[in-house]
Nanobody, 124 residues
Framework: VQLAESGGGLVQAGGSLRLSCVPS????????IGWFRQAPGKEREKVSC????????SYGDSVKGRFTTSADHAKNTVYLQMNNLKPEDTAVYSC??????????????????WGQGTQVTVSS
């Protein structure tokens, strides 16, 4: 199983980026897909979670109202649309897959597989 992220880059504050996560070797219907980010010197932070086959969706507090995650099952791809970006959104963004979990499970899915990440840099 591999997960490949793409779409990162450098953007000015207030701008937008769309990240893509393409998992290989899994079927999206069976997995919750999470987006996470980690900035230098900081702990990894949950950004979002989606398991679209169950209508399960959640976001971290710091991105609610600005970021949207969606899944295209035909393309086996999960997206993270990031709008109104802020310098504090600068981080490496990674996607991860959790077999059989719902985003509503507490304390949260256990992710089995992780991508390498893509850098997002927001300039002020």
């Amino acid at each position: 199983v591999q997960l490949a992220e793409s779409g990162g880059g450098l953007v000015q504050a207030g701008g937008s980026l769309r990240l893509s996560c393409v998992p290989s070797g899994i079927t999206l219907d069976l997995y919750a897909i999470g987006w996470f980010r980690q900035a230098p010197g900081k702990e990894r932070e949950k950004v979002s979670c989606i398991r679209s086959s169950e209508g399960s969706l959640s976001y971290g507090d710091s991105v609610k109202g600005r970021f949207t995650t969606s899944a295209d099952h035909a393309k086996n791809t999960v997206y993270l649309q990031m709008n109104n970006l802020k310098p504090e959104d600068t981080a490496v963004y990674s996607c991860a897959a959790a077999l059989g979990w719902s985003c509503d499970d507490e304390p949260g899915p256990v992710y089995n597989f992780w991508g390498q990440g893509t850098q997002v840099t927001v300039s002020s």
